[in-house]
T-cell receptor
Framework: ETGVTQSPTHLIKTRGQQVTLRCSSQ?????VSWYQQALGQGPQFIFQ???????GRGNFPPRFSGLQFPNYSSELNVNALELDDSALYLC???????????FGPGTRLTVL | AQSVTQLGSHVSVSEGALVLLRCNYS??????LFWYVQYPNQGLQLLLK??????LVKGINGFEAEFKKSETSFHLTKPSAHMSDAAEYFC?????????????FGKGTHLIIQP
């Protein structure tokens, strides 16, 4: 069974740029959620995708957007990067109606 | 709305001593509760979960937690700490059933194991 994978591992961008992060869900999982974890904080829910549609969103601005593909993999896009967007971005997958989310290793984004 | 409070941003115990990490939650509906562990520069690993079945939940690596509705608590314990338990621990709550509003996490507790 393949776990959740994310790419890239690390990324450095400058303020105002755009970034795309990628996630492959665990085998058999069709729901993907994205979280932002600032240094020294707990993860914060960004949004969730199911059947290629966003079906839940946390308190994040519209410049945070996503996609889910037919194979259930997902992308997180962030436009107009700000310094405060520097964080570890975590992807988690779960099955339909599943109560447990399984996390990937994360992508460390640094915005200069 | 849901929230999680983890008491103590840092907890230090001696190797072999009892580990107790505290978590209190607030939820308007019966909650699902989780403990995750995060090692440096890694993602989150599920330790255990409560999903309205048995109130005492056993997880991996010898950890367990007890759901106490009257106290709105879900504290994590381990009888005997090991050096490899040093990590960041997060308590999380959801509305269950794959809730589309995601998991709400506490700020985390850094567990330090003294030799």
């Amino acid at each position: 069974e393949t776990g959740v994978t994310q790419s890239p591992t690390h990324l450095i961008k400058t303020r105002g740029q755009q970034v795309t992060l990628r996630c492959s869900s665990q085998s058999g999982h069709n729901t993907v959620s994205w979280y932002q974890q600032a240094l020294g904080q707990g993860p914060q829910f960004i949004f969730q995708y199911y059947r290629e549609e966003e079906n839940g969103r946390g308190n994040f601005p519209p410049r945070f957007s996503g996609l889910q593909f037919p194979n259930y993999s997902s992308e997180l896009n962030v436009n107009a990067l700000e310094l405060d967007d520097s964080a570890l971005y975590l992807c988690a997958s779960s099955s339909t109606g599943g109560d447990t989310q399984y996390f990937g290793p994360g992508t460390r984004l640094t915005v200069l | 709305a849901q929230s999680v409070t983890q008491l103590g941003s840092h907890v230090s115990v001696s190797e072999g001593a009892l580990v107790l990490l505290r978590c209190n939650y607030s939820s308007s509906v019966p909650p699902y509760l989780f403990w995750y562990v995060q090692y440096p520069n890694q993602g989150l690993q599920l330790l255990l979960k409560y999903t309205s079945a048995a109130t005492l939940v056993k997880g991996i690596n010898g950890f367990e937690a007890e759901f106490k509705k009257s106290e709105t608590s879900f504290h994590l314990t381990k009888p005997s700490a090991h050096m490899s338990d040093a990590a960041e621990y997060f308590c999380a709550v959801s509305r269950g059933g794959g809730g589309a509003d995601g998991l709400t996490f506490g700020k985390g507790t850094h567990l330090i194991i003294q030799p």
